[in-house]
């Protein structure tokens, strides 16, 4: 049984979808439609119900996905008993939304290349609807979002969550502390509307019996702290994000009584029996994040951990 014909029909079932299976597999429809055929051949049945234009197995087909993905993963455990499954020489589509692209995303990128040099990336920077989604198709591997994706073959893990902060001109907001109907009376710039920062801001004044006065919706963090850098109003952006952006020396985190919630972070990714390039990826990423997240909870807990002199 030639098991690129078996690849081919786990990518049609897991994507439902010859189109989105012949492009995970850089294949024409009309090679992936030979693959099925000749597998069905073989099989002696068949595998997709062609009768409508709805994407659907048949009995055998469904019996025989349980079937495909045992024998890949089977043939991905051989390889690695034999050594040739070592490197990961593999194309890889990452996605991310722009948060994590100004966090760390580059940094652990940079990491991942060095670990394993011939792998080759392909880095999509979305909104967390259009990453889920795509995650979901099948278009994307791998995506970082403020959300879950759910779907069938895919899983997610979450990682720790980015703490948010209100960021202001040192020029223009000179006081130690705000109060939040002091910052609801700026003009406010957040991500765009319905978002998880977005709604997190509205929720935080109306836990408060606030209202703001002028809340901006922009989808780009760039956008969002030139117009801070230049004076107008308040952005709620992630701490790590602002703290990488060093051609900006005007900005400044501004103290606030009230906190603003922290940005979840999920890592999606879709199974593949064929190679387990996406779960060494993602384990990078999450050590990588976890080691950054450890390190900054110690800077922030070491002036408190001072020696006291003795009297």
Same mark, same amino acid.
């Given at each position: 049984?030639?098991?690129?014909?078996?690849?081919?029909?786990?990518w049609?079932?897991?994507?439902?979808?010859?189109?989105?299976?012949?492009?995970?597999l850089?294949l024409?429809?009309?090679?992936?439609?030979?693959?099925?055929a000749?597998l069905?051949?073989?099989?002696? /049945?068949?595998?997709?119900d062609?009768?409508?234009k709805?994407? @659907?197995?048949?009995?055998?087909?469904? @019996?025989?996905?349980?079937?495909?993905?045992?024998?890949?993963?089977?043939?991905r455990?051989? %390889?690695?008993?034999?050594?040739?499954?070592?490197?990961?020489?593999?194309?890889? @589509?990452?996605?991310?939304?722009e948060?994590?692209?100004h966090?760390?995303?580059?940094?652990?990128?940079?990491k991942? @290349?060095?670990?394993?040099?011939?792998?080759?990336l392909?880095?999509?920077?979305?909104?967390?609807?259009?990453?889920?989604?795509?995650v979901?198709?099948g278009?994307?591997?791998?995506v970082?979002?403020?959300?879950?994706?759910?779907?069938d073959?895919?899983?997610?893990r979450?990682?720790p969550p980015?703490?948010m902060?209100?960021i202001g001109?040192?020029?223009?907001?000179?006081?130690?502390?705000?109060?939040?109907?002091?910052l609801?009376?700026?003009?406010?710039?957040?991500?765009?509307?319905?978002?998880?920062?977005?709604?997190?801001l509205?929720d935080?004044f109306r836990?408060?019996?606030?209202?703001?006065?002028r809340v901006?919706?922009?989808?780009?963090?760039?956008?969002?702290?030139q117009?801070v850098?230049?004076?107008?109003?308040?952005?709620t952006?992630?701490l %790590?994000a602002?703290?990488?952006?060093r051609?900006?020396?005007?900005?400044?985190?501004l103290?606030?009584?009230?906190?603003?919630?922290?940005?979840?972070?999920?890592?999606?990714?879709?199974?593949?029996?064929?190679?387990?390039?996406?779960e060494?990826?993602?384990?990078?990423?999450?050590?990588?994040?976890?080691?950054?997240?450890?390190?900054r %909870?110690?800077? /922030?807990?070491?002036?408190?951990?001072?020696?006291?002199?003795?009297?």
């Open positions: 049984m030639n098991l690129r014909f078996v690849e081919a029909f786990y049609v079932a897991s994507l439902k979808s010859v189109t989105r299976a012949a492009d995970k850089f024409t429809q009309s090679a992936m439609s030979s693959r099925i000749a069905e051949e073989e099989l002696g /049945v068949l595998l997709l062609r009768r409508d709805q994407f @659907r197995l048949t009995i055998a087909g469904a @019996r025989f996905f349980t079937y495909a993905q045992r024998l890949l993963e089977l043939q455990e051989v %390889k690695a008993e034999m050594g040739s499954g070592a490197a990961l020489a593999v194309s890889l @589509r990452i996605g991310a939304i948060s994590v692209l966090s760390w995303l580059i940094p652990w990128i940079e991942l @290349r060095a670990d394993h040099p011939s792998l080759a392909e880095l999509t920077v979305e909104t967390t609807p259009i990453l889920v989604e795509q979901q198709r278009t994307q591997d791998i970082f979002a403020a959300l879950p994706a759910a779907a073959g895919v899983r997610s979450s990682l980015m703490e902060v209100f001109n040192d020029q223009l907001h000179r006081k130690r502390r705000y109060a939040l109907d002091e609801g009376a700026l003009e406010l710039l957040t991500f765009q509307r319905g978002s998880h920062p977005h709604v997190a509205l935080l836990s408060e019996g606030l209202e703001p006065g901006h919706t922009i989808s780009s963090i760039s956008a969002m702290v117009l850098q230049g004076g107008f109003g308040v952005a952006l992630p %790590k602002v703290r990488r952006m051609n900006y020396p005007f900005l400044r985190p103290t606030c009584t009230s906190k603003l919630q922290p940005l979840p972070i999920h890592a999606s990714y879709r199974t593949d029996p064929t190679n387990d390039a996406v060494t990826v993602l384990k990078s990423a999450l050590t990588f994040v976890e080691l950054e997240f450890a390190a %909870k110690s800077a /922030v807990r070491a002036p408190s951990q001072r020696a006291v002199p003795r009297s």
